[in-house]
């Protein structure tokens, strides 16, 4: 098991050098630089802010110096913000993703498992229509349209909760951009929970449960409930680096100053270390979690071991 | 040569005598048992419908997505004029732009969906096919492509190298490949070992042909579900990138940049939002019950 983890997270260095690899690359095959749009500036102190960025210097050694800088955990400064460091806006910027995503995440799964476990119970009834309906609606709206409808009616007719902003951590803040954010997700949980636990219901192991008169309700809970979650736990994995990088959209309608909409204007503004730097961070959440989700599948499912 | 095969024909007793059932190709037996499934009918009746409506309207309206009527500004929908979905902000038929709107997005879909399944496939039967090292290899590829962040990139790409449709298809296309390439090298790795291949290989068939002829049409079934089901991710995808303003460009619109056009104004003209946004949920929502019927009649896990 200690081997497992080890291995993969030595797999995992690779992944994230290739990942930075091709993201420098991107970055400076593109057409412009960094300094292009301020026209105003005369050649000879555009050359001297270049040369302070190291941006004069040929692109093997740029690269070698931005490994060696990320090595030690520093991103370098942003181009865009002066005298502020990639580190500080990602350091402010993503307790609140992640605060909000971790929100939704629970919100969906709150929401979505219920319903995914009785529409599998009442099988090719209303009970599976109409939810499983409604879930298909939840895939097919996008996020945009969600969050101004609940920004409608919460906020500005009913007056229950602030149309957005961000005070810090409270709890009327975070619930409508959370709940728009879960929205997809508790259609995917809903829509895989619903298909597991169908599966699960019809194996021999359950038959038998009922055959000796175990009451239906400890058939689920006790006998049903683990190994139709199993088909979750390797979904949630993706999700949660899904629901954290998805948020750009969220922070842009409820006004939250995370790093998602960071990395849209620093994309603008050719901010080459502040987007390299979010990407890697994606990457590396992405890596992560994928990592937690296979780990805890083999804690969970003893026909799972790996070596 | 052909003799001895002849010979042995002529000594069964005729064929036609016996009555067998006629038989029913994997195809004719999928749609038939997909016309059974009354949600996916319903699904690709409605999106015939939209289809339709999205190539004719634009066509003999009089109207066109880009002319400003000063004197029709957020007009809510009416017969006056014919305007039935009412006007935008400069006035232009929203009927007119909503149907542009389909056929872009639409559009979109379809190129992207191409690409990558294109890409998809032929990686994903050229690792299961080849096998080995060279399999080990692609794949490993595939994961370290999992892990590289898809919406960062796909900004990136489309910030840095200008805003033009064709790279959204690329760029759209290029990056959601991957769960093609892994199934169909699965199913191509299921297949290779399978008796008829075998039977292929040892009757003299070359390897390309064995591709062409046994391989690909068995892939066909599990490609056509997955295509169905990415036309609506990329869709989203698009409209995505068009509320950030990375996507379409006016005055060309698209279902989602209109959907965040009619958004930023909900309170005071909600139809704008509305109109667009029912659209867009109707194709995203017939493609997926179109694409999860599909699965269910040709997957033969489903059976």
């Known amino acids: ?307 | 040569m052909s003799a001895a095969p002849n010979q042995a024909v002529v000594s069964i007793p005729p064929v036609a005598a016996i009555s067998a059932p006629a038989g029913r190709s994997l195809w004719a037996d999928a749609m038939a048992r997909l016309m059974q499934n009354r949600f996916a009918v319903a699904s690709a009746i409605l999106l015939g419908v939209i289809v339709f409506a999205a190539i004719i309207v634009p066509w003999i309206s009089p109207y066109n997505y880009y002319t400003p009527q000063w004197a029709l500004l957020d007009l809510p929908p009416t017969w006056h004029g014919g305007h039935i979905f009412g006007t935008d902000d400069l006035g232009r038929d929203l009927l007119v732009r909503v149907m542009w709107g389909c056929r872009i997005s639409l559009f979109i879909g379809l190129i992207a969906t191409i690409v990558s399944v294109v890409i998809g496939v032929l990686w994903g039967a050229a690792a299961g096919f080849v096998g080995g090292h060279v399999d080990s290899v692609m794949m490993r590829i595939v994961d370290i492509l999992y892990s590289v962040p898809f919406i960062p990139f796909v900004i990136i790409l489309v910030v840095m190298f200008g805003r033009d449709l064709f790279l959204i298809f690329v760029a759209i296309g290029a990056v959601s490949w991957l769960d093609i390439a892994r199934i169909v090298r699965g199913q191509t790795l299921s297949l290779g070992n399978k008796e008829f291949i075998e039977a292929a290989r040892a009757s003299g068939v070359s390897g390309p042909s064995i591709v062409v002829r046994h391989l690909v049409p068995n892939l066909l079934g599990i490609v056509v579900i997955y295509a169905t089901l990415t036309v609506p991710s990329v869709i989203l995808f698009e409209a995505f990138l068009s509320f950030l303003g990375l996507g379409v460009q006016a005055p060309m619109t698209s279902l989602g940049v209109l959907v965040s056009d009619g958004a930023s104004e909900l309170q005071s003209y909600p139809y704008l939002l509305f109109i667009p946004a029912v659209f867009l949920a109707l194709i995203v929502y017939c493609l997926n019950y179109l694409g999860d019927g599909l699965r269910d009649v040709l997957d033969p896990k489903e059976r």
């Not at chain 1, 997270?9 to 930075?20: D, K, M, S, V, Y």
């Not at chain 1, 593109?30 to 102190?45: L, R, S, W």
């Not at chain 1, 803040?173 to 599966?199: D, F, K, N």
């Not at chain 1, 937690?292 to 599948?297: C, F, N």
């Open chain 1, 1 to 307: 098991m200690i081997r497992y983890t080890l291995s993969r997270l030595a797999g995992a260095i690779p992944t994230l050098l290739i990942i930075i690899t091709l993201s420098f690359l991107l970055l400076h095959a593109a057409p412009g630089g960094p300094f292009d749009a301020q026209k105003q500036i005369p050649p000879a102190i555009k050359a001297n802010i270049e040369r302070m960025y190291h941006l004069d210097e040929p692109l093997y050694k740029q690269y070698a110096r931005y490994l060696w800088n990320i090595s030690s955990g520093d991103f370098g400064p942003s181009y865009q913000y002066r005298e502020t460091s990639v580190n500080e806006i990602i350091r402010e910027g993503f307790p609140i993703d992640a605060l909000i995503g971790g929100a939704a995440l629970l919100g969906a799964l709150l929401i979505g498992l219920p319903i995914g476990i009785i529409a599998a119970l009442r099988r090719n009834t209303y009970w599976d229509y109409l939810p499983m309906g409604l879930a298909m609606i939840g895939i097919s709206i996008p996020v945009f349209v969600v969050a101004p409808i609940l920004i409608l009616v919460f906020a500005v007719n009913l007056h229950w909760l602030p149309a957005g902003g961000w005070v810090g951590i409270s709890p009327s803040h975070i619930i409508l951009p959370a709940l728009a954010l879960a929205a997809p997700y508790v259609a995917y949980v809903a829509r895989l929970m619903r298909g597991s636990m169908v599966e699960v219901l019809n194996s021999p192991y359950i038959l038998m449960a009922r055959a000796k008169g175990v009451p239906e309700p400890l058939v689920i809970l006790r006998h049903a409930m683990k190994p139709a979650l199993m088909p979750l736990v390797s979904f949630l994995g993706p999700a949660t680096a899904g629901i954290i990088t998805g948020s750009i959209v969220i922070e842009t309608i409820f006004g939250l100053p995370g790093i998602g909409r960071a990395f849209v204007d620093g994309a603008l503004n050719r901010d080459y270390t502040l987007v390299l730097g979010v990407t890697i961070l994606y990457g590396a959440l992405i890596v992560f979690f994928n990592l937690l989700a296979d780990i805890s599948y083999s804690l969970l499912d003893p026909r799972v071991r790996y070596e």
